[in-house]
Each structure stands twice: as C-alpha cells, then as structure tokens.
C-alpha cells in the first residue's frame, strides 16, 4: 500500500501531517518579524491550546495524524542520515564559511536525536556554542548582532506549504524565501528515509534544489486528473511548467494543471487564501479577487514543440467545470457580502477551509460571516479556535499537509 494517496482535495481525510508550534515561536523579535514572515508575535502556550484542538478536530473524524518533529527524530537515530542532515545544514546555514565550523559541527553532531530535532526547528543560537576567542573570524565580529547559527523556522506549523502529495507520489516543493527553505530540506529527508515513506517507493513529483518556488498552499488537487495551481508571489510560471511536466510525464494519472494567477500581495501570499474547494461541486472564493485572476488550462501537447499545451480561459466557473467533467459547479462568496467584512474574514482565512469530507470543512469560528454563508449552501462546519494561529496568516488549510484521502465514491 501507498504511504501517499491524495486524489481529491475533499475525500474523507484519512492522515494528514502536522506540526505543532514549539519553541521556534519563542524566537520571533520585533525585529525579524517581516523577515520571518509574521505580522505579529503569537502567545504560543495559547497556540498550542488551539492546535491540539485542531489535531483533535481531525482525530474525531477518524483522520490519523502524524507530527513532523516525531517523524524527523525517528529518522535522526540512524546515524548515517543524522550525519547527512547535519553536512547539508552546515552548508544551507552559511556555517561551512565560518571558522567555526568544527566546533559547530562537533556539537551538532554531539547532541541525541531530541536535541538535534529541536535544533533544527527552533535554530541554534550563537551563544550556545564555547570556542576560543582566538577563532573567532572577522565576519563572527561584523555580523555579532545576529543571533543565530541556524535561524529559527516558525512557519513549520503551516505543514501544507513545503510538501503536496498529488497521487501516490509528492512534491517537495522549493520555496520562495529563504526563511521557509529549511522545512522543505528536512521534510525530504523524512520523505527518503522514514521507514514508513521509504517502503512503498513514492514518485517526487518537483525537488527542492530546483530553484523556481512553489508552495503547497498554491495547490488543490481537483481530482485523480486534474490539479489546480496558483502563480502567486510565491509560484513561479516556470516552477507550475516544470511540475505539469513531471506529472505529464509519469503515470501521475494528471492530463490537467489548472493555472489560476492571483494578484501579488501579502494578503494573498497563496492561492488557498482566498479560494478553496469545499465539496465535489463547491468552492469558496474571495469576492474581491474574482474579476481579477487570469485562467489558463496546461495539458499534454499531443503534437508540437514542447510537452505542455497553455490554452488561456475565460471563466473559473466553466474551467472548473471542464476539469472535473461536471457541470455544476458552484463558487460561494466569502464575507456574506459585506465588502468590509469579507476583506476583514479574508485577512483572517475565511477562505483556508479544510476539507475532512466532501461538505464537511475546517474553519475558524472568527469568521461568523464566512461560515454562515458555508452553512446556508449545505456545508457543514466544524469550527476551531484560531485568535493565536492565526497571527502566523494561515488558517486549518496551510496548517495541514494531507497524506491520504479516501477515494470519494
Ligand atoms: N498555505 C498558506 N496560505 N500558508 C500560509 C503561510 C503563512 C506564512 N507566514 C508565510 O508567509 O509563508
């Protein structure tokens, strides 16, 4: 059986990927903020408060989920990959530079595989590692005001944005910035080696290395045939051709990527921020955005140059309808029309709901306008707490990284 099986973005959700906030929250300063990409410091014992209660949203609808620092401190006992891990950080965390290096080294690899996991997600502060002053380099003194060898990642928790599971197989993705890459680094670790993953041999669908971004939180599997991408400001065009043609060339099962281009702004870093699927015919959208997306169709070329035919299309509606061989398609409104509502809900991810079945989504119970329009079109809701969660900008979509889906019948 396949470790990975994600065929819809609405089947019932049977294991998912999570990561619960830790200590890398501890880190965030006024200063690093813009730079870490959060708007606002979140109270993390409240964040961990809410997340368990999302874990357990999930775990009551028979969903199993997986914790990421648990499955990379599984892999960190096996010597050879620790030793692994810690040569690639060395390199991505400028420390090979460094005078340093050995003692950094020693100690790295000194530390059990707790200590080391909680190294790599909440960083490696300058003031833990002893060496002698004489090592010390020009650059140690140059660049003393900041605080880290290895930075901290505290956008761990929004789990669907470094790997999508489209099929049976995965897209390790390559982000954007530089402060998101390291949880892309060590999800393919745990993807090559955990014992679980590694026995049923899963496709990679796009790697890291590639350095044209894409995020998850761009991408919605429509169906077994057809995914839906976002070029946003953190998907590139170049990265979503380089992804259609790995699916189009293996047995993906994908003959669709469905191009939805969305305004660059920091409001919607993703597509699932302002437009989600809810049920096998319906979809939540940002109004404000609507007459502003760009829609093009990416299939096989049959005959021609190149591998991909780009056919541009004029409505979301009708090219939805197309993709999942319907024609029914429905699009709700966020924000219960109330343009200052919706723009406020939006902020707070009205529009990053979580399928757990067809019709049954993940919200956060803020946005009262939003659910309420889910609920009057046949949606059920399950709502979660989110006043701490949400400061990260993400809502239970980005803070999810589903693993397998029942197929919908
Ligand atoms: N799928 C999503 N919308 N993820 C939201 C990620 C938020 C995160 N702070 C970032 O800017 O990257």
Same mark, same amino acid.
């Not at 956008?155 to 998101?180: C, E, Q």
């Not at 026995?199 to 669908?205: D, E, N, R």
């Given at each position: 059986?396949?470790?990975?099986?994600?065929?819809?973005?609405?089947?019932?959700?049977?294991?998912?990927?999570?990561?619960?906030?830790?200590?890398?929250? =501890?880190? @965030?300063?006024?200063?690093?903020?813009? &730079? $870490?990409?959060?708007?606002? %410091?979140?109270? #993390?014992? !409240?964040?961990?408060?809410?997340?368990?209660?999302?874990?357990?949203?999930?775990?009551?609808?028979?969903?199993?989920?997986?914790?990421?620092?648990?499955?990379?401190?599984?892999?960190?006992?096996?010597?050879?990959?620790?030793?692994?891990?810690?040569?690639?950080?060395?390199?991505?965390?400028?420390?090979?530079?460094?005078?340093?290096?050995?003692?950094?080294? =020693?100690? @790295?690899?000194?530390?059990?595989?707790? &200590? $080391?996991?909680?190294?790599? %997600?909440?960083? #490696?502060? !300058?003031?833990?590692?002893?060496?002698?002053?004489?090592?010390?380099?020009?650059?140690?003194?140059?660049?003393?005001?900041?605080?880290?060898?290895?930075?901290?990642?505290?956008?761990?928790?929004?789990?669907?944005?470094?790997?999508?599971?489209?099929?049976?197989?995965?897209?390790?993705?390559?982000?954007?910035?530089?402060?998101?890459?390291?949880?892309?680094?060590?999800?393919?670790?745990?993807?090559?080696?955990?014992?679980?993953?590694?026995?049923?041999?899963?496709? #990679?669908?796009?790697?890291?290395?590639?350095?044209?971004?894409?995020?998850?939180?761009?991408?919605?599997?429509?169906?077994?045939?057809?995914?839906?991408?976002?070029?946003?400001?953190?998907?590139?065009?170049?990265?979503?051709?380089?992804?259609?043609?790995?699916?189009?060339?293996?047995?993906?099962?994908?003959?669709?990527?469905?191009?939805?281009?969305?305004?660059?702004?920091?409001?919607?870093?993703?597509?699932?921020?302002?437009?989600?699927?809810?049920?096998?015919?319906?979809?939540?959208?940002?109004?404000?955005?609507?007459?502003?997306?760009?829609?093009?169709?990416?299939?096989?070329?049959?005959?021609?140059?190149?591998?991909?035919?780009?056919?541009?299309?004029?409505?979301?509606?009708?090219?939805?309808?197309?993709?999942?061989?319907?024609?029914?398609?429905?699009?709700?409104?966020?924000?219960?029309?109330?343009?200052?509502?919706?723009?406020?809900?939006?902020?707070?991810?009205?529009?990053?709901?979580?399928?757990?079945?067809?019709?049954?989504?993940?919200?956060?119970?803020?946005?009262?306008?939003?659910?309420?329009?889910?609920?009057?079109?046949?949606?059920?809701?399950?709502?979660?707490?989110?006043?701490?969660?949400?400061?990260?900008?993400?809502?239970?979509?980005?803070?999810?990284?589903?693993?397998?889906?029942?197929?919908?019948?």
């Amino acid at each position: 059986m396949s470790f990975y099986n994600v065929k819809s973005e609405v089947g019932k959700l049977e294991a998912v990927l999570l990561h619960r906030p830790g200590k890398e929250l =501890e880190k @965030l300063t006024p200063q690093y903020l813009e &730079e $870490l990409l959060f708007d606002d %410091i979140p109270w #993390l014992g !409240k964040m961990q408060e809410e997340h368990d209660s999302f874990a357990d949203a999930l775990r009551n609808r028979g969903c199993k989920v997986y914790y990421y620092d648990q499955m990379l401190e599984e892999i960190l006992n096996e010597n050879h990959v620790k030793n692994e891990i810690i040569s690639e950080i060395i390199g991505f965390s400028g420390i090979s530079k460094l005078k340093e290096k050995d003692v950094i080294t =020693e100690y @790295l690899k000194s530390r059990d595989s707790k &200590e $080391l996991t909680e190294i790599l %997600i909440s960083g #490696l502060h !300058k003031n833990v590692i002893n060496y002698q002053k004489s090592n010390r380099s020009l650059s140690y003194y140059i660049k003393d005001d900041y605080p880290y060898y290895i930075n901290p990642i505290p956008n761990l928790y929004f789990t669907r944005d470094p790997g999508t599971v489209i099929g049976n197989g995965v897209s390790i993705n390559s982000m954007k910035t530089h402060a998101r890459n390291r949880e892309t680094m060590t999800l393919s670790y745990i993807n090559k080696y955990h014992r679980d993953i590694k026995a049923s041999t899963p496709p #990679l669908w796009y790697n890291y290395h590639n350095t044209d971004s894409i995020e998850g939180g761009d991408i919605l599997v429509l169906s077994e045939k057809a995914i839906a991408v976002g070029c946003s400001a953190r998907t590139s065009p170049e990265a979503i051709e380089v992804l259609a043609e790995n699916l189009f060339k293996v047995e993906s099962g994908i003959r669709e990527v469905l191009v939805i281009e969305i305004p660059v702004k920091r409001a919607y870093m993703h597509l699932d921020t302002v437009f989600t699927m809810l049920d096998i015919n319906k979809f939540t959208i940002f109004p404000e955005i609507k007459d502003e997306l760009k829609i093009f169709k990416i299939t096989p070329a049959l005959k021609g140059i190149g591998l991909l035919k780009i056919t541009p299309k004029d409505s979301l509606r009708t090219a939805l309808n197309e993709a999942l061989d319907r024609d029914d398609v429905q699009i709700l409104h966020s924000g219960g029309h109330d343009k200052i509502t919706a723009a406020r809900e939006q902020w707070n991810d009205s529009t990053n709901t979580l399928a757990v079945a067809p019709g049954t989504v993940v919200t956060y119970r803020r946005n009262k306008a939003s659910n309420e329009t889910l609920r009057n079109n046949g949606i059920e809701v399950i709502e979660i707490e989110g006043s701490e969660l949400v400061r990260g900008r993400g809502g239970p979509r980005c803070m999810s990284m589903p693993l397998r889906r029942a197929s919908i019948i």
